[in-house]
């Protein structure tokens, strides 16, 4: 099985940057390079962030952008999303019983769970963190126990952990919620891998025994700094992940997108590419 994961894309409504960087053109190439690559993938899964400040003008610009792709899309909400205007421009992606935008997905290769951690209206906190209350935690284990034996593939915008930076360190899933959750990923050993955005950067390793990766932007990325308490965003190059999944291995790839440059062949000639 192949997944495209595509995160963060921060759209902006028509005709505006952000960060000095046209998002919108930043996505559509991410696409079109998808097409050509990677036409036979099953699924593309965006990790949520898909619009900058929420507006419906985003959404439905979104929606368009989406369109040449010919597998299905499964996109996830971020704490920039604006959850009942992505549901309107959105209204195929399913939610479950208390509304929230999360979902399973079963196939050969095992049971994909797609998570919702952007906060409630009522929730109190930091808004950029991540909030799994009002049931969630409940529905997960209910997915997790009809799952079985069979292989579990978790996706989700906040990491439940964080990621010794402290910059980023402040919003990941809020420590209850954090609890709460690997409280029921406790002593399952079907849960085969953890995709998440958020951070965008490259990070992969593993948590308490889960394997885990997520990838930069096509928008914006996250310097890299340990010392500072504030985030400072980059142009440092765009990435898409494509992830190959077996009985017996899970494989991230990182396809830097946007990267053109020379070609050589071992023999050291230099091809146009
Ligand atoms: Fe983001």
């Known amino acids: ?18 960060y000095g960087l046209d998002t919108a ?8 390079h998808i097409q050509q690559q990677h036409a036979d993938a099953d699924a593309c899964i965006i990790t949520g962030d898909l619009a900058h400040r929420g507006e419906e003008e985003a959404y439905v610009q979104l929606r368009e952008l989406l369109q040449p792709l010919s597998m299905p899309v499964l ?17 195929q992606v399913p939610r479950d019983a208390n ?23 009522d929730e109190a906190g930091h808004p950029a963190a991540g909030y799994f ?43 209850p919620d954090a609890i709460a959750f690997s409280e029921v990923l406790r002593g399952r050993s079907n849960i085969r891998h953890l995709f998440f955005g958020h951070i965008h950067r490259t990070i992969f390793g593993s948590w308490r025994g889960i394997p885990f990766s997520t990838l ?39 396809e830097n997108y946007l990267h053109r440059g020379p070609v050589y062949h071992p023999d050291g000639r230099c091809l146009s590419y």
């Open 75 to 91: 996109p996830l909400i971020g704490n920039h999303d604006h959850r009942e205007r992505f549901c309107a421009a959105f209204p």
């Open 133 to 175: 209350g009002g049931g969630r935690v409940e529905w997960l284990r209910e997915r997790l126990d009809e799952a079985g034996d069979r292989p579990v593939y978790l996706f989700m915008h906040h990491p439940p952990f964080g990621v010794r930076v402290r910059s980023f360190d402040d919003i990941n899933l809020a420590a």
């Open 216 to 254: 930069p932007a096509t928008a914006h990325q996250s310097m890299l700094d340990f010392v500072a308490l504030d985030d400072y965003f980059t142009h440092e190059p765009p990435a898409y992940g494509v992830v190959l999944l077996d009985d017996e291995q899970v494989t991230v790839h990182t």
């Open 99 to 121: 509304g929230f935008v999360q979902w399973v997905r079963d196939c050969d290769d095992g049971r994909l769970v797609l998570l919702d951690t952007v906060m409630r209206g």
């Open 25 to 32: 053109a930043r996505l559509a190439a991410a696409i079109n």
């Open 1 to 18: 099985m192949k997944i495209i994961h595509l995160t963060d894309t921060h759209l902006v409504p028509p005709g505006r940057v952000l």
